[in-house]
């Protein structure tokens, strides 16, 4: 089965209040290997370094979708290191989530591109508020943390009430 590593370059512009990110899509079916190292290699082919900072990468899902498995990584970083020529925003009014088929169907019937990020920030969110180090450290220097914490946070597609 096709394997699609979609990996989003999202930082927060506090000049603005708005998410900054680039969205990228790398086949790596034929990748034999962790897909993190798959990731590694497309943040070397688009300008990033391992020492960058600030930068963390997180895997926030997998879905299938049309014939194809898609791994979705967010890479949150200072929106001075997103690529300009692709660079897209994100409103953050809407902070609905789609919702599942039913029971023994727990994915939803449509996700948008939209959906992934909402829900990958949601993620990353969670780990602010569990206080990973990476992300916690991230969101720090790029002065976002006050954002990330705005969100709600959700662990695996459940959100927490009263976190």
């Keep these: 089965m096709k394997t699609i590593l ?3 370059i999202c930082g927060y512009d506090n000049t603005c209040d708005r998410l900054c990110f680039s969205m990228h899509k790398t086949d790596i079916t034929t990748f034999q290997g ?3 190292k798959a ?3 497309l943040l070397k082919n688009i300008g990033f370094n391992e020492n960058m900072d600030p930068v963390c990468a997180h895997s926030t899902s997998w879905r299938y979708e049309m014939q ?12 001075r290191h997103i690529n300009t020529q692709n660079r897209q925003t994100l409103e953050m ?5 789609p919702l ?4 023994l169907s727990p994915r939803p019937a449509h996700i948008s591109q939209e959906d992934v990020l909402r829900h990958g920030l949601r993620h990353l969110s969670f780990l602010v508020y569990r206080e990973n180090p990476f992300v916690l450290e991230a969101a720090i220097k ?3 943390i006050d954002f990330l914490k705005s969100l709600e946070p959700a ?3 459940k959100m927490l009430k009263g976190a």
């Design 6 to 8: 979609e990996t989003f």
């Design 34 to 36: 962790d897909p993190d």
């Design 39 to 41: 990731l590694s290699a």
């Design 68 to 79: 194809k498995i898609v791994l979705t990584y967010l890479v949150w970083t200072d929106t």
């Design 93 to 97: 009014e809407d902070t609905s989530h």
């Design 100 to 103: 599942s088929k039913g029971r």
């Design 142 to 144: 790029t002065g976002s």
């Design 155 to 157: 662990p695996a597609g």
